[in-house]
């Protein structure tokens, strides 16, 4: 079974540009949870979808959005880049919202704001 | 931030010898997970214990969970050079969200 897969793995953009980063969960895996890694902040939760729907969210400015599409396939946008938005974004797959269930993760997409 | 504490920091040991990591969260959980991490790459799943257990063990690793004093200690024996990464402490809060503590950065040395 294939794991959960993140695209682009690297990214380099300017400030003020806009990112999408995408994230395939692992097959029959519905729910979708996106998370920022940096040295300062460490791993904080960004926003978590079930069913195309949005369960939850992290405490992240309206820059970050994202989307779930009929087949769990998952997007986060950035929109008006800060160099502080540099970061590794991870992507977790877990058959349901996450209960009693772990949660699979994705190698990341490491974004770099110039 | 959103975190729970981990302690160490850091911690560096013989091949061999135990490795012991402690983590402190902040609000009722519905159970707490423990990833490993090499080298900035994606998080690998090592064991969950729920809020209702108190000890769990999986292969080298065990782990306890102190739901009164909200900590969780992982306890890896025997430890081996690949072992070597950093180790993070994850609690279920209810709402399904993941709240990651700072992490361990443990090394092995051979």
């Known amino acids: 079974k294939a794991g959960v897969t993140q695209t682009p793995r690297y990214l380099i953009k300017t400030r003020g540009q806009q990112v999408t980063l995408s994230c395939s969960p692992i097959?029959?895996?519905?729910?979708v949870s996106w998370y920022q890694q940096t040295p300062g902040q460490g791993l904080q939760f960004l926003f978590e979808?079930?069913?195309?729907?949005?369960?939850n969210k992290g405490n992240f400015p309206g820059r970050f959005s994202g989307r779930q599409f009929s087949n769990s396939r998952s997007e986060m946008n950035v929109s008006t880049l800060e160099l502080g938005d540099s970061a590794l974004y991870l992507c977790?797959?877990?058959?349901?919202?996450?209960?009693?269930?772990?949660?699979?993760f994705g190698q990341g997409t490491r974004l770099t704001v110039v | 931030s959103q975190q729970g504490e981990e302690d160490p920091q850091a911690l560096s040991i013989q091949e061999g010898e135990n490795a012991t990591m402690n983590c402190s969260y902040k609000?009722?959980?519905?159970?707490l997970q423990w990833y490993r991490q090499n080298s900035g790459r994606g998080l690998v799943h090592l064991i969950l214990?729920?809020?209702?257990?108190r000890e769990k063990h999986s292969g080298r690793l065990r782990v306890t969970l102190d739901t009164s004093k909200k900590s969780s200690s992982l306890l890896i024996t025997a430890s081996r050079a690949a072992d070597t990464a950093s180790y993070f402490c994850?609690?279920?809060?209810?709402?399904?969200?993941?709240?990651f503590g700072a992490g361990t950065i443990l090394r092995v040395k051979s």
């Open positions: 994850a609690a279920l809060e209810y709402g399904n969200k993941l709240v």
């Open positions: 097959s029959g895996h519905r729910s």
């Open positions: 609000t009722s959980i519905n159970n």
């Open positions: 214990i729920r809020s209702n257990e």
């Open positions: 977790a797959s877990s058959p349901v919202p996450q209960m009693n269930t772990e949660a699979f």
């Open positions: 979808y079930f069913s195309e729907t949005q369960r």
